[in-house]
């Protein structure tokens, strides 16, 4: 079995390509700074920590990680749509509701 095979990183995987999508639309600033920061990828951090599944504590402590970078993903999103960097309400929307699941 692959980690290609969990569905988990099958949603990480389409929220990453939407999000990347997304940071290259942003001003110049933020696509360096803040949009740097959000295309760091919960899919990577799966990926690391399928690796070490024989180590179950080990593999439980990459899956906190994971959910913890969902959770600072949505922070991002949220502060790039409050000021103003991240337009449409619909696109915000649709980032979030991803990222939230």
């Keep these: ?3 290609r095979n969990l569905e988990i990183w099958k949603l990480a ?5 939407e999000i990347h999508q997304m940071t290259m ?6 696509m360096f700074e803040q949009g740097q920061q959000i295309r760091r990828s919960v899919k990577a951090t799966l990926v690391e920590g399928y ?10 402590k990459y899956l906190v ?6 959770d600072e993903t949505i922070d991002h999103l949220e502060t790039l749509y409050e000021t103003g960097s991240l337009t449409g309400e619909e696109l915000f929307n649709s980032l979030t509701g991803w990222a939230g699941c």
Excluded: C, G, W
């Excluded at 995987?13 to 390509?17: A, F, L, S």
């Excluded at 690796?51 to 439980?60: G, P, Q, T």
């Excluded at 990680?65 to 969902?70: E, G, K, T, V």
């Design 25 to 30: 639309t942003l001003p110049k600033l933020e």
């Design 13 to 17: 995987r389409e929220v990453v390509i």
């Design 51 to 60: 690796d070490s599944r024989r180590y179950k504590n080990e593999f439980i």
């Design 1 to 3: 079995m692959s980690y």
């Design 65 to 70: 990680y994971a959910h913890a970078s969902n």
